[in-house]
């Protein structure tokens, strides 16, 4: 995952804009990984998965794109709203780790009216 | 439906003291996780379980231990309570796992503990 840090990588974004949250993975044999939500004093919450043999998945407002080669995830939310304020979190794990989930440092989003 | 619940919400500790946090889910699933999170990071696995009565460790599983006695408990102790084991503690649980289930983790609130 991503280095280990107190100050997380923060995007400002104006509302209706479209946002593009980057993640960088560590390890080349996961092939799995999941996109979360997670909003201030609650639990992460699942937005989209893909797997490896996708390089994009669409699902309502957002894509994830993956990059296998330079081992990136994206996650691109269209017309970005308010409600999406919150930080994301990038996830990697492979099928025959049992649900290990390996989190990345996070980023958090903030969405001008 | 209630999904995941954690209890307590909070709590403080004295170092060396001993605590158990519970996590119950009603949706009668196999697998279930223990994570921790600190200021500024991801989270990080400390134990998970896939089914009744099975456990095994994460990434982080120093000064924890855990019991799934069962299907639908998960619970998390702390023996002896040091200041690193400040954190936000999330429990979560899926269906299953693998290339042929569905894997959506579902987390509860988590419980915030802070150890003096």
């Known amino acids: 995952g991503e280095s280990v840090g107190l100050h997380l990588p923060t995007l400002s974004v104006q509302e209706g804009d479209n946002s593009i949250i980057n993640c960088a993975y560590s390890n080349s044999a996961s092939d799995y990984f999941i996109w979360y939500k997670q909003e201030s004093g609650k639990g992460p919450q699942f937005i989209i998965d893909i797997r490896s043999n996708m390089d994009k998945r669409q699902g309502q407002r957002v894509t994830v794109l993956l990059n296998k080669t330079v081992k990136h995830l994206s996650l691109q939310i269209a017309a970005t709203q308010p409600g999406d304020s919150a930080v994301y979190f990038c996830?990697?794990?492979?099928?025959?780790?049992?649900?290990?989930?390996?989190f990345g440092q996070g980023t958090e989003l903030s969405v001008k009216p | 439906n209630a999904g995941v619940t954690q209890t307590p919400k909070f709590r403080v500790l004295k170092t060396g003291q001993s605590m158990t946090l519970l996590c119950a889910q009603d949706m009668n699933h196999e697998y279930m996780y223990w994570y921790r999170q600190d200021p500024g990071m991801g989270l990080r696995l400390i134990h998970y379980?896939?089914?009744?009565?099975?456990?095994a460790k994460g990434e982080v599983p120093d000064g924890y231990n855990v019991s799934r006695l069962k299907k639908q408990n998960f619970l998390l102790g702390l023996e002896s309570a040091a200041p690193s084991q400040t954190s936000v503690y999330f429990c979560?649980?899926?269906?299953?796992?693998?290339?042929?289930?569905?894997?959506?983790?579902?987390f509860g609130p988590g419980t915030r503990l802070t150890v003096l």
């Open positions: 979560a649980s899926s269906y299953g796992w693998g290339s042929a289930s569905y894997n959506e983790q579902f």
């Open positions: 379980s896939v089914g009744e009565g099975t456990t």
């Open positions: 996830a990697e794990t492979s099928y025959n780790q049992g649900g290990k989930l390996i």
